[in-house]
């Protein structure tokens, strides 16, 4: 199973949460990739998840987000969840930070 877990930072507004929940949401949903959904209970943590199928639409979903705005900005800890091979887990915040810097030297 592949998992992407965002915690967003303290402090938050119940209305700034529920944009930042929509904007996910939209992201993992993909008419060509298909629509992973929020499993979370709580709305300071989302939870997208899927088996190999939604592998893609995931990835995608994560890249959409980092590339939106300042959606970054709320978040506290990002992470990429593979159950069956953990060392492919990773912290997405860091991904895209590393990122950032090889772009910033070219």
């Not at 992407?4 to 929509?22: A, H, N, R, Y």
């Not at 060509?32 to 893609?56: C, D, M, T, W």
Request: one cysteine or more; hydrophobic letters at 40%.
């Amino acid at each position: 199973m592949y998992r992407t877990v965002i915690t967003f930072k303290d402090g938050l507004s119940d209305e700034v949460l529920t944009s930042l929940g929509k904007e996910a949401a939209n992201a993992f949903d993909s008419p060509r990739l298909g629509k992973a959904v929020n499993v979370s209970a709580v709305p300071e943590q989302l939870i997208f998840e899927g088996e190999e199928p939604l592998h893609n639409c995931l990835q995608m979903g994560i890249l959409d987000l980092g590339d939106e705005g300042n959606f970054k900005d709320y978040v506290k800890a990002w992470q990429w969840i593979d159950t069956d091979s953990p060392r492919e887990n990773h912290c997405v915040l860091e991904a895209f930070e590393e990122i950032a810097e090889m772009r910033a030297r070219y």
